[in-house]
């Protein structure tokens, strides 16, 4: 494992992020690891390796439980995290409707972090973080382990809403736990589920806890998991199922949280807010990211579905300031986060319509639908090799050309449902079903 020498003068290095722990930094090569939900710097983006348009599995590994949480790589090892259920198998219903029930899922859970082998998919450890029956609600589309761990190659987090966060080494042992309390986060009266992943960078784990009834943004030593600043958001977010940013720029590194009424970013180091920017979405879920010296985020559902691009030196309320680059107000997403692959920035709604612009200047390309339009997509799109991987809730999977018009590669078919995003590691895509992890090569 690579390792350098700590120095807070240490300059950026190009798009290969560092993580520090403690005072050890690891290269995180974004060719071979996956760290967090979206992969390094959560681009959602891996080159450097071929990547199959024609392929066959690999290996195909039973999961046991249910979730949504998407598979995470370092190294050979690959880690998700699940929610199982002691009456059995969970209900879960997918699809596009408009249904806003409970799912009848309320008795008792044992939510596990599992680590596989990569390279083959044998089980290497199974850890139970907490036993018990669940605080919240989940809605019938969602699971009680939606929310995606992310490791730095020393530790390994997992944050489970009302059930707690968890801190595991790479070998399973447990480090630490931290019980936040009961985090609900509800719409028309309904407890919808926990859904934001946590954010690592350095000694911090960035959550965004965004109950209607207490809106907030923290930081949590990663070494020891005691906190170091809570941020009330009361007046900036009403609720919110998006994974924070943490983007380091030379002279501050900030904290990018999707929320509605506003999207606001903070200092990492104080949790003071940096800049907000009204919203149009109010149910915000895809993740903020950057590419190309901007960042990015979008939301949906509401009077309107915007997607932004914004610069990153933003201070104050920049909404309608030449602190946005550009904006598209009623072409963003959903569910799913948009991703920004070479040139070209790619947006897909929840009823299967990819749409393609500039990702610098937001001009349209193309939009076209995958499909009959009678399936739902919820996995974010992925990229790399010059392909765009895009998945639907029913499993097909399709292969797309980067660039500017569309042209369809390939289209596969996994033979189960697809609701967390792959992640890709030296060649080849890992997806999880709702049963099971399927790894895919040329």
Not at 288 to 305: K, S
Request: hydrophobic share 40%.
């Amino acid at each position: 494992m690579k390792r350098l020498a700590y120095t807070r003068e240490m300059p950026l290095v190009g798009r290969r992020e560092f993580l520090a722990f403690p005072w050890v930094l690891t290269a995180a090569d974004p060719q071979v690891h996956w760290p967090s939900f979206r992969g390094a710097e959560a681009s959602g983006v891996a080159d450097g390796f071929p990547l199959p348009v024609a392929w066959k599995a690999k290996w195909k590994t039973a999961v046991p439980g249910l979730g949504h949480s998407s598979p995470v790589i370092w190294g050979n090892k690959l880690f998700v995290a699940t929610a199982v259920s002691a009456l059995g198998k969970a209900p879960l219903k997918l699809g596009l409707y408009g249904d806003r029930d409970a799912a009848d899922d309320n008795g008792e859970q044992s939510w596990k972090v599992l680590c596989f082998d990569k390279r083959n998919g044998r089980l290497l450890w199974e850890r139970t973080a907490r036993k018990s029956a669940p605080r919240a609600q989940r809605h019938m589309k969602a699971t009680h382990a939606n929310t995606t761990v992310a490791t730095n190659g020393e530790r390994v987090v997992a944050f489970f809403g009302s059930e707690g966060l968890h801190c595991f080494d790479l070998d399973g042992r447990a480090v630490w736990s931290k019980d936040l309390g009961t985090i609900n986060v509800s719409k028309y009266g309904v407890g919808w589920g926990y859904a934001s992943s946590p954010a690592l960078h350095g000694d911090r784990i960035v959550l965004q806890i965004d109950a209607p009834d207490d809106p907030y943004l923290a930081a949590f030593r990663l070494s020891d998991g005691e906190r170091v600043w809570r941020t009330a958001r009361k007046d900036a977010c009403e609720r919110s199922w998006a994974t924070p940013l943490v983007y380091r720029q030379a002279n501050r590194t900030q904290v990018v949280a999707n929320g509605w009424p506003y999207v606001a970013s903070y200092d990492l180091e104080t949790g003071r807010e940096l800049w907000r920017l009204k919203g149009g979405g109010d149910n915000p879920i895809p993740a903020p990211f950057a590419a190309h010296g901007m960042l990015y985020v979008a939301n949906g559902h509401g009077a309107e579905a915007p997607v932004w691009a914004i610069k990153p030196e933003a201070k104050g309320d920049i909404s309608g300031s030449d602190f946005v680059v550009w904006t598209e107000r009623r072409n963003g997403a959903y569910i799913q986060t948009p991703l920004v692959y070479r040139d070209w920035l790619y947006s897909g709604t929840n009823n299967g319509v990819l749409k393609c612009y500039d990702a610098r200047t937001g001009k349209m390309h193309y939009q076209q639908r995958l499909g009959a339009g009678l399936t739902g997509f919820s996995a974010s799109p992925v990229a790399g090799d010059g392909k765009v991987y895009c998945a639907s809730e029913d499993g097909d999977v399709w292969v797309i050309a980067a660039g500017a018009e569309y042209r369809e590669l390939a289209r596969h078919s996994l033979g189960d449902s697809v609701m967390a995003t792959p992640a890709i590691s030296e060649g080849a895509l890992y997806f999880r079903t709702r049963e099971a992890l399927v790894a895919v090569a040329a």
